[in-house]
């Protein structure tokens, strides 16, 4: 891994620290909050591809983890991984891989759409069959129940896949850090 390699993760990493600035929104139900944070596991597999995506996310989550006060409301440590929300948060950094992985193997061929799916396959279909099940077990709910509080964070995580993709396809064309990869 290159130093280049290295300061694209740790700037991803400081990048989903920076979206916790923006203020949560809690819904009544579920204790998860509705976060820009989410939009970087997007973001990152985008950019940087599966493994630098991956790695940058894992980064954050580690640092979370030991501490750091790098989620909304400058919470940190492991209680914040051992919560609700913390399925998600673990999610991230699979969600990023899988991303990236999706636009590095669309690269040649990378749109909006393209990018797009990636994002809802990695960015939402990935993170929350993680997610979900650890709400469940977390908040004391059924997955039944856990599903349907999900359900109202769809919504906001489309226009984030849409803000993802159009981020993509902008940065392929100006400065793109993704090799196009074969199956």
């Known amino acids: 891994m290159s130093s280049r390699d290295l300061v694209y993760i740790a700037l991803f990493a400081a990048i989903t620290a920076a979206l916790a600035l923006f203020p949560p929104f809690m819904l009544p139900v579920g204790g998860v909050p509705i976060t820009a944070q989410s939009l970087a ?4 597999g985008c950019i940087l591809g599966a493994r630098r995506g991956g790695l ?4 954050f989550i580690v640092l979370v983890a030991i501490g750091l006060p790098l989620m909304p409301g400058g919470r940190g440590g492991f209680g914040v ?3 609700p929300s913390g ?10 891989f899988v991303v990236g992985y999706l636009v590095e193997r669309s690269w040649g061929r990378l749109n909006l759409v393209t990018a797009g799916l990636a ?3 990695g960015g939402i279909l990935v993170v929350y069959l993680i997610g979900i099940p650890w709400m469940a077990a977390f908040a004391g709910i059924s997955l039944a129940k ?3 509080v999900s359900a109202a ?3 906001g995580d489309l ?24 199956a």
């Open 41 to 44: 596991p997007m973001l990152a």
């Open 56 to 59: 940058a996310l894992l980064l």
């Open 81 to 83: 991984i051992m919560s």
């Open 87 to 96: 399925g998600f948060i673990l999610a991230w950094a699979v969600g990023a």
């Open 119 to 121: 994002c809802v396959v």
């Open 146 to 148: 856990a599903t349907a």
């Open 153 to 155: 964070y769809v919504p």
């Open 159 to 182: 226009i984030k896949v849409a803000v993802a993709a159009a981020v993509a396809v902008t940065v392929k064309k100006s400065y793109p850090l993704i090799e196009a990869k074969t």
